[in-house]
């Protein structure tokens, strides 16, 4: 059984590494006035986002198999065949609207739904039916910044258009928020209670509910 624990600490480090050079380059580069200011941030937004997504793949796909929690409760399987490819099946339906069959699997990556997205990973879990499914459905219930702020800014960047930029700057009220030009220049806007820098407070959150889900 895959235990949780150092799922946990592997995905608490890689987002401390991506904090540490968000806050390298904010003290270097505060106006980021320059298009490779931006390509950079596009760049890191993108990579958190992936981390995220690629944490809760992995917690979802253990949860289903069979896994060992951080505080030590242990989650029998709840998929025949017991393999990453029935998961990945699942998901695929579900993201899909399909009939589920019984034993049939997927392979093809592209199938699956966006990991990250908290509504459809939910969506997920809901039918996989974990034996942690309460559990982790409460805990990405609480999101209520970090991962979606996050996906709408790396979508909006990879779609530019004044429609996309229109419904980022629709975020303003979460934020101390200033004039942008450029999807990722929110990450620069400060978390009113914490008046920490937006890209920390997602981090921060992210963290926390990780923290939770693999309790």
């Known amino acids: 059984m895959t235990n949780l624990e150092p799922m946990f600490q592997r995905f608490d480090r890689r987002l401390t590494a991506l904090e540490d050079i968000f806050t ?6 505060p106006q980021y006035s320059s298009d490779s200011d931006l390509m950079f941030l596009e760049g890191l937004v993108s990579s958190l986002w992936q981390t995220w ?7 979802v796909f253990s949860s289903a198999i069979g896994c ?15 393999l990453w490819e029935r998961v990945s099946y699942i998901a695929w339906r579900v993201h899909s609207g399909g009939t589920i069959k019984p034993l049939s699997v997927n392979a093809d990556l592209k199938r699956e739904p966006t990991w990250g997205d908290v509504q459809k990973v939910q969506n997920v879990i809901n039918i996989l039916s974990t034996g942690n499914a309460a559990h982790l459905v409460s805990c990405l219930g609480s999101v209520s910044r970090g991962p979606v702020h996050v996906q709408l800014i790396r979508n909006a960047s990879a779609h530019r258009n004044f429609q996309t930029l229109a419904g980022i700057k629709g975020l303003r009220p979460y ?19 914490s008046r920490d820098f937006a890209f920390i407070a997602w981090v921060d959150e992210m963290r926390l509910v990780a923290g939770l889900m693999t309790s």
């Open 24 to 29: 390298n380059w904010v003290s270097n580069a």
């Open 53 to 59: 997504s690629l944490f809760c793949r992995r917690v």
């Open 68 to 82: 060992i929690t951080r505080s030590g409760s242990v989650i029998e399987g709840c998929v025949a065949p017991p």
């Open 175 to 193: 934020y101390n928020a200033r004039p942008i030009r450029h999807p990722v220049e929110i990450v620069t806007w400060t978390e009113p209670l």
